[in-house]
């Protein structure tokens, strides 16, 4: 009998299969060539169906290493329902350490619905639309910082309009067990894969695990557990050993203003690091010209008061990039922010 190469995925068949997502991608050296990219499904009993994926940016690792992980040790005996994970959704970026594909220098993360009769990374957030997010009743994305930002370990969910979704939301964001989880009103949602899934009703999830496209034992650890907490969590295994999870402190970044966007082209100097505490019109970095020795660097100031949950990763910086954000403990109630005017 010849196998099947690539091999399909049949999503409803119990046991598991490790197959391929083909994305015909036809080139100067591979002729009818395809990308194939790692798909795992993981089928058995009754029980909801979750989908675990990582390399949706290609430079964030400790989603694709955490994935890659669980593939290896998840057996269909162990579980109530269906897992299926892909830990290198956009893999020629994976591949090449960059946020973006160095093939169509897609963005996958904000090219959602996708095409498919578009370029490869088009055709990869098709498939994802129509094929996997569909048979999901719950999408776990895992980001991390990338290359330029580094962020105190997190989960993150938006802020939803439907209360029942929100609250949903909120109690798998306490189990994942990150340190800090975060509720963002998205600034710029249209084409993320987190407006797809939840367009289609699905409860979803995303991390900021770390980032400057390196790990750490302590945020693969994070990583890892957060995905046996949040497959304990709605049933499909049971409860780590070291359950319960550990308190996640939900903050929010309600706007811009939570934002230090750089003013100038230069090297960074940070004056304040991950996790400290800062106030309104407290420095918290400077840019040097290096052209220009004996010039004043430029100095940056909070615009509120909150914690620093992410930093530029990068000493060199230009005009406009994030160096600072910041957040503030998480009200339900969703009044204005203290120190908002
Ligand atoms: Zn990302």
């Known amino acids: 009998m010849v196998t099947a190469f690539p ?59 955490a994935l890659m992980k669980l593939a290896r040790s998840l057996e ?20 090449a350490n960059r946020r973006t594909s160095p093939i169509d220098d897609g963005n996958l993360n904000r ?11 088009q055709r990869i957030a098709h498939y994802v639309q ?8 719950v999408v776990v994305d895992l980001h991390s910082g990338g290359s330029s930002l580094d962020f105190v370990p997190a989960v993150v969910m938006h802020a939803l309009p439907d209360a029942d979704m929100h609250a949903r939301t909120l109690a798998a964001l306490q189990a994942f067990g990150a340190p800090i989880g975060l509720v963002l009103e998205e600034l710029d949602a249209q084409g993320m894969m987190d407006s797809a899934a939840e367009d289609m009703g699905k409860l979803f999830l995303s991390t900021e695990l770390g980032g400057g496209a390196t790990l750490t034992p302590e945020r693969v650890a994070i990583a890892e557990r957060g995905v046996a907490n949040l497959l304990a969590h709605f049933g499909l295994i049971a409860w780590p050993l070291d359950q319960p999870p550990r308190p996640t402190r939900v903050m929010s970044v309600p706007d811009t203003h939570w934002y230090v ?21 407290q ?48 009200r339900s109630s969703r009044e204005s922010p203290a120190g908002a005017s």
């Open 7 to 65: 091999a399909p995925i049949d999503f409803e068949a119990d046991g598991k299969q490790l197959g391929h997502i083909a994305i015909p991608h036809s080139r100067h050296d591979s002729a009818w060539g395809s990308i194939l990219i790692p798909i795992l499904c993981v089928k058995h009993g009754t029980g909801p169906t979750i989908l675990l994926t990582g390399g949706n940016h290609g430079d964030e690792y400790e989603g694709p290493v």
């Open 76 to 95: 269909p005996g162990a579980i109530m329902g269906r897992v299926i994970v892909v830990p290198a959704l956009n893999l020629p970026a994976v591949l």
């Open 111 to 121: 090219l959602f619905p996708g095409d498919p009769r578009g370029t490869p990374t």
């Open 130 to 137: 129509t094929e996997l997010l569909p048979r999901a009743d």
């Open 261 to 281: 966007l750089s003013r100038a082209d230069g090297v960074f100097e940070p004056l304040v690091d991950l996790g400290a505490a800062v106030t309104a019109g």
């Open 283 to 330: 420095a918290v970095g400077q840019v040097h010209d290096p052209t220009d020795p004996l010039g004043q660097p430029v100095i940056h100031h909070a615009e509120r008061s909150g914690t620093v949950v992410a930093k530029r990763a990068m000493a060199r910086c230009a005009l406009g990039d994030s160096l600072f954000v910041l957040a503030e403990d998480y």
